[in-house]
């Protein structure tokens, strides 16, 4: 596998945020409307804005109208790869490289080849990968193909708030984590981590008097900070030298974290042998050996303590709100532990 380069010496990382902004929408106003069937969702487990994907689409029932591609969890400066499936070809898109279809969009695409990605199925083009829309969207534009009973991920009283906080959440901590990671000097590295921690000690005072991020239920801010936090230990705290404190050691913060694990629709689509072989593996510049550390997470991706009580129902609310729990994992995507 040929390496990939993330850091630049002497500099601090800057997340390339160029995407393509197409959108699937009721109306079809983009020249892409919504349809059950058209499209496919491809969405690494491995990836943080993948998993994303993966728990809103869960969360929202939207399996029978959009189906879901998953490449493996490594890859080269090509292109993610669909090696987990026969042959290494996805069965649906029949393509092995995912810049298949994004070539096939863009014959001189430029960009990065990302996840998520929405592709449609007949023309085999990527119609966007622009990972804060695509959630957005999912909740909004494909509401007529949600399930019975399915949450209000983006409730208008809190909306406003909600993306404050999902914006500090977005810049502090989920791209905080790779502005230490992918560091190029000790002094952007030192701005990163003072910036993480002042934002993670923000959480953890905000959730120890309310269950979730903006009250008594679920919303899309509480899915966009736990594919951070679950992924912590595994890998941020030492591939991406986050070591002020584990995940573990921060009451709140560990029991919030386990509490959203617990619930349908988050920890069971959670693979940590696949982070941790993701991280380990492609960031060849920051581990060169490519060596995978054995825990926590473990290879054969063991739960250590994810499953044990969190005692946040004591703070009340309901995870669904006036919703239900999404059904069993469909089959095929079951994360084999």
Same mark, same amino acid.
């Given at each position: 596998m040929s390496e990939n380069t993330y850091t630049k010496p002497g500099e601090a990382y800057e997340r390339d945020a160029r995407y393509i902004t197409t959108r699937i929408t009721r109306d079809g106003t983009?020249? #892409?409307?919504?349809?059950?069937?058209?499209?496919?969702?491809?969405?690494?487990?491995?990836?943080?804005?993948?998993?994303?994907t993966l =728990?809103?689409?869960?969360?929202?029932?939207?399996?029978?109208?959009?189906?879901? +591609?998953? @490449?493996? @969890?490594?890859?080269?400066?090509r292109s993610w790869t669909f090696d987990l499936d026969p042959g290494g070809v996805d069965p649906v898109l029949g393509i092995h490289f995912?810049?298949?279809?994004?070539?096939?969009?863009? @014959?001189? #695409?430029p960009l990065g080849i990302t996840v998520p990605a929405l592709v449609e199925i007949s023309s085999g083009a990527v119609v966007t990968n622009d990972f804060d829309q695509i959630t957005r969207d999912l909740s909004s534009e494909w509401a007529a193909f949600h399930r019975e009973g399915a949450p209000d991920l983006w409730p208008a009283e809190h909306r406003e708030?909600?993306?404050?906080?999902?914006?500090? =959440?977005?810049?502090?901590?989920?791209?905080?984590?790779?502005?230490? +990671?992918?560091?190029?000097? $000790?002094?952007? #590295? *030192?701005?990163?981590?003072?910036? %993480?921690?002042?934002?993670?000690?923000?959480?953890?005072?905000?959730?120890?008097?309310?269950?979730?991020?903006?009250?008594?239920? =679920?919303?899309?801010?509480?899915?966009?900070l736990f594919t951070t936090l679950?992924?912590? *230990?595994?890998?941020?705290?030492?591939?991406?030298?986050?070591?002020?404190?584990? %995940?573990?050691?921060? @009451?709140?913060?560990?029991?919030?974290?386990?509490?959203?694990? $617990?619930?349908?629709?988050?920890?069971?689509?959670? *693979?940590?042998? $696949?982070?941790?072989?993701?991280y380990y593996e492609v960031h060849r510049d920051i581990n060169p050996t490519g060596i995978v550390p054995l825990g926590p997470g473990g290879m054969a991706g063991g739960?250590?303590?994810?499953?044990?009580?969190?005692?946040r129902e004591a703070l009340g609310g309901r995870p669904f709100g006036d919703g239900t729990a999404p059904g069993p994992v469909r089959a095929g995507e079951e994360v084999v532990r």
């Open positions: 983009s020249g #892409y409307p919504v349809e059950a069937g058209r499209y496919r969702l491809v969405a690494a487990r491995a990836c943080p804005w993948a998993n994303r =728990i809103v689409r869960r969360l929202l029932g939207l399996e029978d109208a959009l189906s879901v +591609g998953m @490449p493996g @969890p490594t890859h080269d400066e995912l810049r298949d279809a994004y070539l096939a969009r863009d @014959p001189e #695409y708030e909600m993306e404050g906080v999902m914006r500090r =959440i977005y810049t502090e901590v989920n791209n905080g984590v790779y502005r230490c +990671g992918f560091a190029g000097s $000790q002094e952007a #590295y *030192d701005e990163a981590y003072g910036r %993480l921690w002042v934002a993670l000690d923000w959480l953890e005072e905000r959730l120890a008097s309310r269950r979730y991020l903006m009250g008594g239920k =679920i919303t899309e801010a509480d899915v966009r679950v992924r912590f *230990d595994a890998v941020y705290h030492g591939h991406f030298k986050c070591n002020r404190s584990k %995940l573990t050691e921060m @009451p709140v913060l560990w029991a919030y974290a386990r509490d959203l694990f $617990q619930t349908p629709g988050f920890g069971d689509t959670v *693979d940590f042998e $696949q982070i941790k072989r993701h739960l250590e303590g994810w499953l044990s009580p969190h005692g």
